[in-house]
């Protein structure tokens, strides 16, 4: 389970689309503001997410091969082989060139509660469910359950937090620098796309294909 986590908690966190918007609202005229919002939405999101684990759980993992155990890894195996998919399929299809979004030419107006929601927008819905599916196998009558849970949330928003602290720290230099990061992320989001998504479907499918045979 907890190297699991760390494959998921790692894409989620490195993920093109949700670095770039969030490099935007720092660069805005309320930009630690914004990116304070969109940040702790985001890991808002993946703590509520977990927590309805923990709930359907009662932190003790189900018996496996016991039914909701099998189904937590079908799950995983379900969405491993629909990132596989779409993976190729992004592979395949001709290449497109991407304009910036409609929301960026407002994105100086945007209050705190749209940099919140626009977080929840962004999540990787797919991934999180991944995630999700693999909390199920935490045991939290001890406390080395609950550092993994916890440590994995906050991989999944390690980018965001590195990214305003160093706003908060060092703003002019941090602006440059995440901007021509931003630039670089949108040059090659079709390849990062492309690779996150074959990468973990093919980690996850192997994985729940070994869980579910062995």
Not at 54 to 76: E, I, N, Y
Not at 139 to 159: E, F, I, K, R
Request: hydrophobic share 55%; with cysteine.
């Amino acid at each position: 389970m907890v190297l699991d986590l760390v494959v998921i908690g790692t894409a989620v966190t490195l993920g093109p689309l949700h670095n770039s918007a969030f490099i935007l609202l720092l660069s805005s005229r309320r930009g630690v503001r914004q990116g304070l919002a969109f940040l702790l939405s985001w890991l808002a999101n993946l703590t509520v997410v977990i927590a309805c684990v923990v709930l359907l759980t009662d932190g003790q993992p189900p018996a496996r091969h016991s039914a909701p155990s099998t189904a937590a890894t079908a799950a995983k195996l379900a969405i491993g082989l629909a990132l596989v998919v779409y993976g190729a399929y992004r592979h395949r299809r001709p290449p497109r060139p991407h304009g910036p979004p409609r929301w960026t030419a407002r994105i100086d107006n945007a209050s705190a509660g749209t940099a919140a929601g626009l977080a929840w927008l962004l999540q990787p819905w797919a991934l999180v469910g991944a995630g999700a599916a693999t909390a199920v196998d935490a045991n939290l009558s001890a406390l080395d359950g609950w550092l993994v849970l916890t440590g994995y949330c906050l991989l999944a928003t390690l980018s965001l937090i590195v990214m305003e602290m160093y706003v908060v720290w060092a703003p002019e230099v941090a602006n440059a620098r995440l901007n021509a990061l931003r630039n670089w992320l949108e040059q090659h989001q079709e390849q990062l796309v492309i690779t996150l998504a074959l990468l973990l479907g093919l980690w996850l499918t192997a994985r729940s294909i070994a869980e579910l045979v062995a």
